[in-house]
């Protein structure tokens, strides 16, 4: 089955203890992005992939980073977290460059608390 | 402030009416795609439209670009519990944008 898989599900930690959120897509996507999905805010882009070894920010990056070592995997990496990082995450992958013209596929999300 | 605004934000309707959720912007689009997120999943593609004034319909939902192509709508005829979810636009130009969506409720 053609999919995006994030892990954790769900995650709670503490203020400044370093987390990874893993993402894999099965569908040899060049393009790969992460979002955060916030109350009245909408999906916003945190950083994005265009392929192998190529990252940008997207529109609310900092205090986020990431890497691209393999096509599949695009890993998100919170060095210090803290509560304003409180939030629902979704990583997704599409064919292409990401403009829109191909869909995009949305993992099931991670909802990560930071208390 | 969102590049695509979305009305209304919420909407809560009978199982049999119909409904239009509407997604407007300043800006031009190359193209713009429609999504449903259910509770605790991530959001899925419903509809890309790419040429001005284009109309796309899948089942009940009918899909309408802007001959501008700044704005969209998204039709459902005789709605049914099963399209309740948060329906989100998400415009394309050098990257997509998404507006906070519209969360439907079909009562049965």
């Known amino acids: 089955e053609a999919q995006v898989t994030q892990n954790p599900r769900y995650l709670i930690t503490v203020t400044g203890k370093k987390l990874t959120v893993t993402c894999s897509q099965n569908?040899?996507?060049?393009?790969m992005s992460w979002y955060r999905q916030d109350p009245g805010l909408g999906l916003r882009q945190i950083y994005y992939?265009?392929?192998?070894?190529?990252?940008d920010k997207g529109d609310v990056p900092e205090g986020y980073k990431v890497s691209r070592k393999e096509k599949r995997n695009f890993p998100l990496i919170l060095e210090s977290p803290s509560p304003n990082q409180t939030s629902l995450y979704f990583c997704?992958?599409?064919f292409g460059q990401g403009m829109g013209n191909y869909g995009y596929t949305f993992g099931s999300g991670t909802r990560l608390t930071v208390v | 402030t969102q590049l695509l605004e979305q009305s209304p934000q919420f909407l809560s309707i009978q199982e049999g009416e119909n409904l239009t959720v509407y997604c407007n912007s300043s800006?031009?689009?190359?193209?713009l795609q429609w999504y449903r997120q259910e509770p605790g999943e991530g959001p899925v593609l419903l509809v890309t439209v790419v040429t001005g004034g284009e109309v796309k319909k899948l089942k009940r939902l009918t899909f309408q670009f802007g001959d501008a192509r700044k704005d969209s709508s998204l039709h459902i005829t005789a709605a049914q519990p099963g399209d309740t979810g948060l329906y989100l636009c998400a415009g394309a130009d050098y990257k997509l944008s998404f507006g906070a969506g519209t969360t439907v409720t079909v009562r049965a």
């Open positions: 992939s265009m392929n192998v070894e190529v990252t």
């Open positions: 569908m040899n996507h060049e393009y």
């Open positions: 800006s031009v689009f190359s193209s």
């Open positions: 997704a992958s599409s």
